[in-house]
């Protein structure tokens, strides 16, 4: 029985023909690519599983490819594999999305137990997406509701959590404001424009910002 599937983008051969067959041994699905270009072109839209991006690739390096995989992809674990070791390396990876960091060279038995660890969660994510009528996601700055995923950026999630946490009352721009406890430059106008940004979003799930005037904002549903 299949455990998932994992993509691996990767230009050494030797590396992807060891991975592959140690993973499928295992009884994932596996699809590879050697480039950016390859990846591009070649890869399922579809796609739900994990992927091992390199980053030193010919052309267009692994960095580029995961923060394109972000940009659509909020759930899928990303580990970056590379040679670069240097802590700052290593934080440019996880900042540009991934989820782990695996140095070359590596142990296959290391590799599998945090793909197993990241494919749990990734089941279990995948589980709430599926059966949860409506669900906070601050970890990817999205909610879920009646099995649709409503993604957002995290500014305007912290104004979503705060409407839904008050959506009996109306919530005060300078309420919303207080939300913000690490960001002296946000005020009532940044407000207004991450709500104006909210309604377009969240119409598609059938809720919709409410202006009280006087008063504020306030969630409701159509």
């Known amino acids: ?5 994992i993509c691996i983008i990767e230009d050494e051969k030797d590396i992807v023909d060891a991975l592959s067959t140690y993973l499928e041994m295992k009884g994932y699905e596996i699809s590879s690519f050697n480039t950016a270009e390859d990846f591009y072109q070649n890869h399922d839209n579809e796609f739900k599983g994990l992927y091992l991006v390199d980053w030193n690739l010919p052309g267009e390096p692994g960095i580029n490819i995961i923060s394109r995989i972000r940009q659509k992809d909020k759930f899928s674990p990303i580990f970056m594999v590379s040679a670069y070791s240097k802590n700052d390396e290593i934080l440019t990876g996880l900042k540009a999305g991934a ?7 590596f142990s296959l038995e290391e590799l599998h137990a945090r793909i197993e660890n990241a494919q749990t969660k990734y089941a279990h994510i995948n589980n709430e997406i599926d059966s949860s009528e409506f669900k906070l996601l601050p970890e990817a700055s999205a909610f879920i509701k009646e099995g649709k995923t409503v993604n957002l950026t995290q500014r305007e999630f912290i104004i979503f959590e705060k409407l839904y946490q008050e959506k009996s009352d109306p919530v005060t721009r300078e309420d919303l404001i207080s939300c913000f406890k690490n960001d002296e430059k946000m005020t009532v106008r940044n407000i207004d424009v991450h709500v104006f940004s909210l ?24």
């Not at 989820?99 to 060279?105: A, F, R």
């Open 1 to 5: 029985m299949s455990s998932g599937k």
């Open 99 to 105: 989820d782990d960091y695996i140095t070359k060279p």
């Open 199 to 222: 309604r377009k979003k969240i119409k598609e799930v059938e809720l919709y910002i409410d202006t009280v005037w006087g008063k504020g904002y306030k969630l409701l549903e159509y």
